[in-house]
C-alpha cells in the first residue's frame, strides 16, 4: 500500500469515516472504523496530516491523535462544507475534509488543552443555568400575571412576588397553582446559589491566569467576559489584527455586493456567539455610567446613532482592545485626554 500523506477523520460517536490519500492526490484508504478501533488503526500509521472538522468532541481526537504523532488540524465546517461533492454523508464529508485541510490558504481552528476546554466548558454549564432561571422567572411572573399580580421587570423585583406567595393571608393565587409556584420559587433560589458558587469559581480561576489579569482591566470587562475571553481565544496571534478579531467574533457590518456595489447591512453574527453577547452586555453597561457622557467618541455616537447600535460599536472597539492586550501581554492604559 503507498504511503498515506494526508486524511480527512469524519468524526461521529460510534462509527467514523476516514478518506487518505498519498504525495499525488490519489486515494489509498476509504474506510468506517468503530470507535474503539480508531486509535489503534492511526498508532499502526507513519505519522501524517489529520484534518478534522471542529465540532463536539473534536479537540479530545485531535489530543489523542497529536500524541500518536500525527499532525491534527481542526478546520471550521463551514470552510469544509465547500468541498463536498453532490449527496451529503459521511464518507462524502471525510473526502471534502482531506481536500480542505491540504488547502494553503485555509485557516484552522486552535487545538485546546484539557484545562483549556475545561476552563470554557464551566461557562456553558453557567450559561445553561442562567437560562434556566430566565426560564423560571418568566415562568412565575407570566402565571401570577393571570391574577393581577404585576412588578416592576428585572430579577430583583421577583422578592416581591416570594413576598405575596408566602403571605398566608393572601388568597389571590388559589390552589393547586399557588403550591406549585412556591416549588418554582424554590428551584430558582437553588439555581442562583448555583450559580453564585460557578461564579466564584471562575474569578478563583481567573486570579491565577495572566490573560485574565491583563482584560480586566479593560473598561466592560468584568470576571465572566475576561475569563471566556481567556479561555476561549487560544491563539490571538493567529489573527493578523484587532480588526480581523473583531470580524471573528460576528462585529462587523454583513457585506452583500456585486458590481462594484457593496452594501453594508446589519452585524454578521459569526463566531462565537456567546463572546459577542458578553461583549455587548459590558457595553451597554459602559453606556450607562458617566464615562459615555465623558467620551468624546461616545457621546458623539449617542447624539446620532440609537443606543444599541452604539453598543455594538463599543464592543467591537472592546474587542479590538483586548486582542491587543492579549497578543502584548499588558494591563490597558487609557490614552491622555486631548488638549
Same mark, same amino acid.
Given at each position: 500500500?503507498?504511503?498515506?500523506?494526508?486524511?480527512? +477523520?469524519?468524526?461521529?460517536?460510534?462509527?467514523?469515516?476516514?478518506?487518505?490519500?498519498?504525495?499525488?492526490?490519489?486515494? =489509498?484508504?476509504? %474506510?468506517?472504523?468503530?470507535?474503539?478501533?480508531?486509535?489503534?488503526?492511526?498508532?499502526?500509521?507513519?505519522?501524517? +496530516?489529520?484534518?478534522?472538522?471542529? #465540532?463536539?468532541?473534536?479537540?479530545?481526537?485531535?489530543?489523542?491523535?497529536?500524541?500518536?504523532?500525527?499532525?491534527?488540524?481542526?478546520?471550521?465546517?463551514?470552510?469544509?462544507?465547500?468541498?463536498?461533492?453532490?449527496?451529503?454523508?459521511?464518507?462524502?464529508?471525510?473526502?471534502?475534509?482531506?481536500?480542505?485541510?491540504?488547502?494553503?490558504?485555509?485557516?484552522?481552528?486552535?487545538?485546546?488543552?484539557?484545562?483549556?476546554? @475545561?476552563?470554557?466548558?464551566?461557562?456553558?454549564?453557567?450559561?445553561?443555568?442562567?437560562?434556566? %432561571?430566565?426560564?423560571?422567572?418568566?415562568?412565575?411572573?407570566?402565571?401570577? @400575571?393571570?391574577?393581577?399580580?404585576?412588578?416592576?421587570?428585572?430579577?430583583?423585583?421577583? =422578592?416581591?412576588?416570594?413576598?405575596?406567595?408566602?403571605?398566608?393571608?393572601?388568597?389571590?393565587?388559589?390552589?393547586?397553582?399557588?403550591?406549585?409556584?412556591?416549588?418554582?420559587?424554590?428551584?430558582?433560589?437553588?439555581?442562583?446559589?448555583?450559580?453564585?458558587?460557578?461564579?466564584? @469559581?471562575?474569578?478563583?480561576?481567573?486570579?491565577?491566569?495572566?490573560?485574565?489579569?491583563?482584560?480586566?482591566?479593560?473598561?466592560?470587562?468584568?470576571?465572566?467576559?475576561?475569563?471566556?475571553?481567556?479561555?476561549?481565544?487560544?491563539?490571538?496571534?493567529?489573527?493578523?489584527n484587532g480588526?480581523?478579531?473583531?470580524?471573528?467574533?460576528?462585529?462587523?457590518?454583513?457585506?452583500?455586493?456585486?458590481?462594484?456595489?457593496?452594501?453594508?447591512?446589519?452585524?454578521?453574527?459569526?463566531?462565537?456567539?456567546? +463572546? %459577542?453577547?458578553?461583549?455587548?452586555?459590558?457595553?451597554?453597561?459602559?453606556?450607562?455610567?458617566?464615562?459615555?457622557?465623558?467620551?468624546?467618541?461616545?457621546?458623539? +455616537?449617542?447624539?446620532?446613532?440609537?443606543?444599541?447600535?452604539?453598543?455594538?460599536?463599543?464592543?467591537?472597539?472592546?474587542a479590538r482592545?483586548?486582542?491587543?492586550?492579549?497578543?502584548?501581554?499588558?494591563d490597558f #492604559?487609557?490614552?491622555?485626554?486631548?488638549?
Amino acid at each position: 500500500m503507498k504511503q498515506i500523506i494526508t486524511i480527512g +477523520l469524519d468524526i461521529a460517536k460510534q462509527v467514523f469515516e476516514v478518506h487518505g490519500v498519498d504525495g499525488q492526490g490519489a486515494v =489509498v484508504v476509504r %474506510r468506517s472504523l468503530r470507535r474503539g478501533q480508531l486509535i489503534g488503526w492511526f498508532a499502526k500509521l507513519a505519522p501524517c +496530516l489529520v484534518g478534522i472538522e471542529a #465540532c463536539a468532541t473534536a479537540h479530545h481526537w485531535a489530543r489523542e491523535l497529536g500524541e500518536l504523532g500525527h499532525s491534527v488540524k481542526l478546520i471550521p465546517p463551514a470552510y469544509a462544507k465547500a468541498y463536498v461533492r453532490r449527496n451529503k454523508n459521511d464518507a462524502a464529508d471525510a473526502a471534502a475534509i482531506c481536500e480542505a485541510v491540504s488547502r494553503p490558504s485555509m485557516r484552522f481552528v486552535a487545538i485546546k488543552s484539557k484545562e483549556q476546554q @475545561a476552563a470554557a466548558g464551566i461557562h456553558r454549564v453557567r450559561e445553561l443555568l442562567m437560562k434556566q %432561571r430566565t426560564m423560571t422567572l418568566n415562568t412565575v411572573r407570566s402565571l401570577m @400575571a393571570e391574577f393581577g399580580i404585576v412588578v416592576r421587570e428585572g430579577p430583583r423585583h421577583v =422578592v416581591e412576588l416570594e413576598a405575596i406567595l408566602a403571605d398566608p393571608q393572601d388568597e389571590r393565587v388559589p390552589e393547586p397553582l399557588h403550591g406549585g409556584l412556591l416549588k418554582l420559587v424554590e428551584i430558582l433560589r437553588g439555581l442562583e446559589s448555583r450559580i453564585a458558587v460557578i461564579d466564584k @469559581a471562575i474569578v478563583t480561576a481567573g486570579r491565577d491566569n495572566a490573560i485574565f489579569r491583563h482584560l480586566i482591566t479593560i473598561p466592560g470587562y468584568g470576571p465572566i467576559l475576561s475569563s471566556a475571553m481567556a479561555a476561549m481565544v487560544i491563539d490571538p496571534k493567529a489573527f493578523k489584527n484587532g480588526r480581523h478579531f473583531a470580524a471573528s467574533l460576528g462585529l462587523v457590518p454583513r457585506q452583500e455586493g456585486t458590481g462594484g456595489k457593496v452594501k453594508l447591512g446589519p452585524i454578521s453574527k459569526r463566531g462565537n456567539g456567546y +463572546l %459577542r453577547r458578553l461583549l455587548v452586555n459590558g457595553a451597554m453597561a459602559i453606556l450607562a455610567t458617566k464615562r459615555a457622557k465623558q467620551d468624546p467618541w461616545l457621546a458623539r +455616537l449617542l447624539a446620532t446613532k440609537k443606543r444599541k447600535l452604539v453598543a455594538v460599536a463599543l464592543a467591537n472597539k472592546m474587542a479590538r482592545i483586548g486582542w491587543a492586550l492579549m497578543t502584548r501581554q499588558q494591563d490597558f #492604559c487609557a490614552l491622555p485626554a486631548a488638549a
